[in-house]
């Protein structure tokens, strides 16, 4: 039987100008006297704005250390790096942390400093230790998202779902958070900030512009491996690495066996290491599924297959909801649907003008096609969240009104001002909710070479827009982001992705998922015998988008004992879109699948507005 944390803790390691040769004039001498003292006025103000932009981001920095207690009392530094486990309590003593020094390159280990990556490691105790199982793994996604971050945010709620007799455990992966070293493209915020300042916008949006963007992907791309600054990350961050680390971390804790829960890029994570390792496997949830040959191979495209169907579901549950509830409501579905294409033109020829005001932003800021397209496909991803309030922009919009717009999108609130980032180097740990930069370079790692042209690029954003007229252009940024590299991963997984694993996994899917279609799921399943998925009949991104108790309820049966859904097993979620969400207060699964789906995990920042 499984001990509880039978691992040792770590106390710790408690005037005037120089002669001229020759003067023509008085006059002449007075115009460079002029220019001089312009310039150098210039030059004062510059410094001064330097100056105080300094101050600026450093009083920030401290207000927001002051904020967070658990920040200011306590720091991942704090930690010595080791090859084993040494927990130590962190966060207010509320998790237990570590550092795990690992190879960079697991196929050819080095002691090299320079050659070695820091894992961040956190753990959420177990508080029913009568019948203790033992510790249950997750990532949040990605690539690029922190499971520091992630476990500190909802660790709780997904405990409570797997019942609180197992530990939960995530990382920060290779290249993100606190784990290091930590991939950075830029150096600063305020470079990166300035960076996305340049979009190009959505690549249809205006003749020539997906020209443009492939320049700019190029051009990103070129940057980032240059930034690189000698270190071999870029090498060795592919998902076979990772879960090599993750394999490592499983035995540092004493495990001989994997439980683990996977969202969106979690399933890749978690599928090849069900391929590499099966005879690990005890429990492996797979929720929110991207097709391992279509992330690996590019062999085909699914990730889009639905997202038209999600589209679809907010025609029809706008319309069911009627007047009194959906602010974009029309007859008929299809009268929605034409409201909308109606909408898009007319932003096309005319963005709407949000003027400067007092709470407002302090500069007119427009609102684009592209804007709209971007909030189209994020609103995708939660549908229960955001269709209601995303009716409501759109009527706004459609009178003109871009403020309801304004302030969900590109308020200060929203989009932090570039103090409010910590500009911390890439070989100091930091606390981060995800790493953008950190996303390219592991789907590229996985990704065979990327040898398109621009022409060929033309090509697949054509066949995106036919596959999903509603996010296809805004997708292709998954394409463009491998467009110029140059850099290849010394180890690679590229299949076969099977395996007869310990104990069957359990696939969870969405009838209708924006990015992780359903056949998707069942794809993936096909290459593990014993396999279940099982479908919640919901909209959007894994089925955290839509709360529903009998899917938490399979997955706590399936982690306490390991039964498995019939196969064929739909689960309906507890409400629908534009519905009053009443959880049932005295039910603990209802309670904890409502506050779930109300939290961002951030699926959809990439989108970039």
């Not at 991939?183 to 512009?209: F, I, M, N, T, Y």
């Not at 003027?355 to 096609?369: H, R």
């Not at 309801?404 to 609130?413: C, D």
């Not at 919901?538 to 839509?546: F, P």
């Amino acid at each position: 039987m499984t001990q509880p944390h039978s691992l040792l803790y770590d106390k710790g390691d408690d005037g005037p100008y120089p002669p001229r040769k020759q003067i023509y004039t008085s006059q002449w001498q007075f115009r460079k006297l002029a220019s001089s003292l312009v310039l150098g006025l210039v030059l004062l103000l510059v410094v001064l704005y330097r100056l105080d932009r300094t101050f600026k981001i450093t009083d920030c920095l401290e207000e927001s250390k002051l904020k967070d207690p658990a920040l200011a009392d306590w720091r991942w530094s704090d930690i010595k790096p080791s090859r084993s486990l040494q927990w130590r309590r962190c966060y207010n003593d509320t998790y237990d942390c570590a550092r795990l020094d690992v190879p960079m390159d697991w196929l050819n280990p080095s002691d090299d400093g320079r050659e070695r990556v820091v894992l961040a490691v956190i753990r959420l105790r177990a508080t029913e230790l009568d019948d203790y199982k033992g510790p249950i793994f997750f990532n949040p996604g990605g690539p690029g998202g922190s499971g520091v971050f992630a476990l500190m945010d909802r660790g709780a709620l997904l405990q409570t779902i797997t019942g609180k007799n197992h530990d939960i455990i995530s990382f920060d992966p290779r290249g993100i958070g606190a784990s290091l070293p930590r991939v950075d493209c830029w150096g600063s915020p305020e470079k990166s900030r300035l960076w996305a300042l340049q979009d190009v916008g959505v690549v249809d949006a205006h003749p020539g512009v997906i020209y443009d963007a492939f320049a700019r992907a190029t051009a990103l791309s070129q940057i980032c491996e240059k930034n690189a600054n000698g270190s071999s990350l870029l090498e060795n961050i592919s998902t076979a690495s990772h879960a090599r680390d993750l394999l490592e971390i499983l035995r540092q804790a004493g495990q001989e066996k994997l439980k683990y829960w996977g969202f969106s890029y979690g399933t890749i994570l978690g599928g090849v290491f069900a391929a590499m390792y099966p005879d690990k496997v005890e429990r492996l949830v797979s929720d929110g599924n991207v097709d391992y040959r279509e992330w690996h191979l590019q062999s085909h495209i699914n990730f889009l297959r639905d997202a038209d169907k999600v589209m679809e579901a907010f025609y029809y549950y706008c319309h069911k909801a009627g007047p009194s509830s959906c602010d974009f409501y029309a007859l008929t579905p299809a009268a929605i649907e034409e409201r909308l294409t109606s909408l898009l033109k007319k932003i096309r020829e005319h963005p709407v003008i949000v003027q400067a005001s007092e709470l407002g932003p302090d500069m007119p800021q427009l609102i684009t096609w592209s804007h709209l397209k971007r909030l189209i496909s994020a609103s995708l991803y939660q549908p229960i969240h955001m269709f209601k309030n995303f009716a409501r922009i759109l009527k706004a919009l459609e009178d003109g009104n871009g403020e309801p717009f304004y302030q969900l999108v590109l308020s200060e609130k929203s989009t932090p001002p570039i103090c409010s980032i910590e500009a911390i180097p890439p070989n100091v740990p930091r606390l981060e909710e995800d790493n953008g930069d950190a996303f390219p370079a592991i789907l590229c790692a996985d990704s065979p070479p990327m040898e398109d042209t621009a022409e060929d690029f033309v090509e697949f954003v054509e066949e995106l827009e036919g596959i999903s007229s509603a996010a296809g252009a805004v997708n292709a940024l998954f394409r463009l982001a491998c467009v110029g590299r140059t850099v290849r991963p010394k180890w690679r997984y590229p299949g076969p992705f099977e395996g007869n694993t310990s104990h069957p996994i359990l696939y969870v899917a969405n009838v209708a998922d924006n990015v992780a279609p359903l056949i998707s799921a069942r794809n993936n399943s096909q290459g593990f015998p014993g396999s279940v998925v099982l479908v919640q009949n919901s909209y959007g991104h894994t089925s955290l988008s839509a709360a529903s108790t009998c899917t938490a309820g399979y997955i706590r049966a399936y982690f306490q004992n390991g039964t498995l859904p019939k196969p064929g097993t739909t689960c309906e979620p507890d409400y629908y879109p534009f519905e009053d969400i009443r959880p049932n207060i005295e039910d603990e699964l209802s309670m904890v699948s409502y506050e779930l789906s109300q939290k961002s995990w951030r699926f959809e920042r990439r989108l970039v507005f």
